[in-house]
């Protein structure tokens, strides 16, 4: 029984993982570092604190020593599921048509969990919707541009962009060595995505050249008239982590 349900299992996977990599968009914003199953609850985790400022002399001195401090964390690790039932004569009914009923469900749950993860990716855990218990990218940024912005005009996204780095430039942010990913609500990347100057020229190669090698992305989990700017995996893994204890099976 155990080998029937293993090698049902792994049948499932090469249906399921495909089309589920085509649309999984939340994973490619943060670094994903793989657990050890659902059998872990829980994970502790460090926060360094700032340093001061460094020292510029023409000998080493005492007075510039930082004694490294940190907050230790233990986090619960939330699970992400689907349940679902099928009527047992609807069931043999559409088996013996020749519908594979078992994949058709599996990718329709998994459809639902990747919805899910993407939600606590990008806005954070919360269980009633409006109360976030862990924060995600959006609701975790410490910097937001507020400054209305017409995205239906060509160039205004990248107006508002500009606007988001000059203030984290004033927080001391390096935007211009890090690669950045912008990911917007659909009602604006939709209106960037048609955005052309007079000259028919399209405004996304230009966009995509001011996130300095980052990417373009869309995600109905914003809400309408909201967008994201954060560093991509690569350059801002020091600062967020997406801890998957168990793939999707």
Same mark, same amino acid.
């Given at each position: 029984?155990? *080998?029937?349900?293993?090698?049902? +299992?792994?049948?499932?996977?090469?249906? =399921?993982?495909?089309?589920?990599?085509?649309?999984?968009?939340?994973?490619?914003?943060?670094?994903?570092?793989?657990?050890?199953? &659902?059998?872990? !609850? +829980? =994970?502790?985790?460090?926060?360094?604190?700032?340093?001061?400022?460094?020292?510029? %002399?023409? *000998? &080493?001195?005492?007075?510039n020593?930082?004694?490294?401090?940190? @907050?230790?964390?233990?986090?619960?690790?939330? #699970?992400?599921?689907?349940?679902?039932? =099928?009527?047992?004569?609807?069931?043999?009914?559409?088996?013996?048509?020749?519908?594979?009923? $078992?994949? %058709?469900?599996?990718?329709?749950? @998994?459809?639902?969990?990747?919805?899910?993860?993407?939600?606590? =990716?990008?806005?954070g855990?919360?269980?009633?919707?409006?109360?976030?218990?862990?924060n995600g990218?959006?609701?975790?940024?410490?910097?937001?541009?507020? !400054?209305?912005?017409?995205?239906? @005009? &060509?160039?205004?996204?990248?107006?508002?962009?500009?606007?988001?780095?000059?203030?984290? $430039?004033?927080?001391?942010?390096? !935007?211009? @060595?890090?690669?950045?990913?912008?990911?917007?609500?659909?009602?604006?990347?939709?209106?960037?995505?048609? +955005?052309?100057?007079?000259?028919?020229?399209?405004?996304?190669?230009?966009?995509?050249?001011?996130l *300095?090698?980052?990417? #373009?992305?869309? %995600?109905?989990?914003?809400?309408?008239?909201?967008?994201?700017?954060?560093?991509?995996?690569?350059?801002?893994s020091?600062?967020?982590? &997406?801890?998957? %204890?168990?793939?999707?099976?």
């Open positions: 029984m155990t *080998n029937a349900l293993y090698q049902f +299992s792994r049948n499932m996977d090469t249906k =399921i993982h495909p089309p589920l990599r085509q649309i999984n968009k939340a994973r490619k914003l943060v670094q994903v570092v793989p657990g050890e199953g &659902f059998g872990e !609850t +829980s =994970i502790d985790w460090v926060e360094l604190q700032k340093m001061s400022q460094a020292m510029v %002399s023409y *000998n &080493f001195s005492t007075g020593i930082d004694t490294v401090d940190f @907050a230790l964390t233990n986090s619960k690790i939330p #699970i992400v599921w689907k349940d679902y039932t =099928i009527d047992r004569r609807l069931y043999e009914a559409m088996r013996a048509k020749g519908t594979d009923v $078992d994949a %058709s469900a599996a990718l329709d749950a @998994a459809y639902m969990v990747n919805s899910a993860e993407e939600t606590m =990716i990008i806005r855990v919360s269980r009633d919707g409006t109360n976030y218990e862990m990218l959006y609701e975790g940024a410490g910097i937001d541009y507020s !400054t209305g912005t017409n995205v239906g @005009a &060509f160039g205004g996204i990248q107006d508002a962009v500009v606007g988001a780095y000059e203030l984290m $430039d004033a927080a001391d942010v390096p !935007t211009d @060595a890090l690669k950045w990913n912008l990911t917007m609500a659909p009602n604006i990347y939709n209106k960037v995505l048609q +955005s052309r100057n007079l000259n028919g020229h399209r405004e996304i190669p230009e966009l995509l050249d001011l *300095n090698g980052g990417n #373009i992305f869309k %995600s109905g989990t914003l809400a309408s008239g909201k967008a994201l700017l954060s560093p991509t995996p690569d350059t801002g020091q600062y967020v982590d &997406f801890y998957l %204890s168990q793939e999707v099976f």
